[in-house]
């Protein structure tokens, strides 16, 4: 069974508001998108990794790739206008088999989600890792908010993992605002989508507090 990794590195980064985009930020003297890609070559070492860059960002990642001597081979495709689009135009490159979508900024997921994510989407076709909800949460109502069962919601994350035949068709619809993750797409045609534990660390950085984060996390796996 053929598997692809698509790494989705096609944001603005806008809540992190460094001049630098923050898939290139260093965390242990290494881009973050390094450590990304290292974490699924690491899995499988004949993984097709298929990497999705602003168009104007590729010279400067190639650049990144020689100064850190980075060898890992992979396929470059154009990021698009939301990471629905970004998404859509990596698919192009993935082969018949299984592929998992996995944002660029997510450098600490384990080896065992990634693992334990494509083995259930061989039977499954859609899996993903999601974690407990650990505060209280409330909703928002008309007249004010009012606190909800924290045990009836999960947090998402990536990498998630389909049968590359059925992701390719749910990329094939239109696309609407809602469409948050992959899975919201799959299951917009009625497919069923499979949980699996994911892994606290497995953060999105997204602000510069995650980015103190990622330093620390970094520093215990070093
Ligand atoms: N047009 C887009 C938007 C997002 N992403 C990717 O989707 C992942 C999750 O998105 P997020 O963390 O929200 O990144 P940004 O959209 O870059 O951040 P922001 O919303 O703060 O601008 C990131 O790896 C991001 O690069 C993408 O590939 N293409
Ligand atoms: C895909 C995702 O990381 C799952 O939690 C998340 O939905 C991305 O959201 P964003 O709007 O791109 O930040």
């Given at each position: 069974?053929t598997?692809?990794?698509?790494i989705?590195?096609g944001?603005?980064?806008?809540r992190m508001g ?13 881009p ?5 890609i290292?974490?699924?070559?690491r899995?499988d070492?004949e993984?097709r ?7 104007e ?10 100064k850190?001597q980075?060898?890992?081979?992979h396929i ?7 990471r629905?689009?970004?998404v ?5 490159y993935?082969?018949?088999g299984l592929v ?14 990634i693992?334990r994510?494509?083995?259930?989407a061989?039977?499954k ?12 949460v409330?909703h ?9 069962n924290?045990?009836?919601?999960k ?12 992701l ?9 605002p809602?469409?948050?993750?992959d899975?919201?797409v799959?299951e ?7 949980l ?6 497995n ?5 510069p507090f ?9 520093e215990?796996?070093?």
């Amino acid at each position: 069974m053929t598997r692809t990794a698509l790494i989705v590195a096609g944001g603005k980064g806008l809540r992190m508001g460094s001049d630098l985009p923050k898939q290139f930020l260093p965390i242990g003297g290494k881009p973050v998108l390094m450590h990304t890609i290292e974490a699924f070559h690491r899995f499988d070492k004949e993984i097709r990794i298929v990497l999705v860059l602003p168009r104007e960002q590729q010279p400067y990642w190639k650049e990144l790739c020689v100064k850190h001597q980075f060898a890992i081979d992979h396929i470059i495709a154009n990021g698009g206008e939301t990471r629905f689009h970004s998404v859509k135009n990596g698919l192009h490159y993935a082969e018949p088999g299984l592929v998992g979508i996995h944002d660029g900024v997510r450098p600490f997921v384990s080896q065992e989600v990634i693992g334990r994510c494509y083995e259930m989407a061989l039977a499954k076709r859609a899996v993903i890792p999601v974690i407990n909800v650990v505060e209280t949460v409330r909703h928002l109502t008309e007249t004010g908010s009012e606190t909800v069962n924290r045990d009836d919601y999960k947090l998402v994350q990536t990498p998630q993992v389909f049968d590359t035949a059925l992701l390719k068709e749910a990329y094939a619809q239109e696309y609407t605002p809602s469409f948050t993750d992959d899975a919201s797409v799959v299951e917009a045609m009625g497919i069923p989508v499979y949980l699996t534990e994911g892994n606290r660390e497995n953060i999105k950085i997204t602000t510069p507090f995650d980015l103190k984060i990622s330093s620390a996390l970094i520093e215990c796996s070093i």
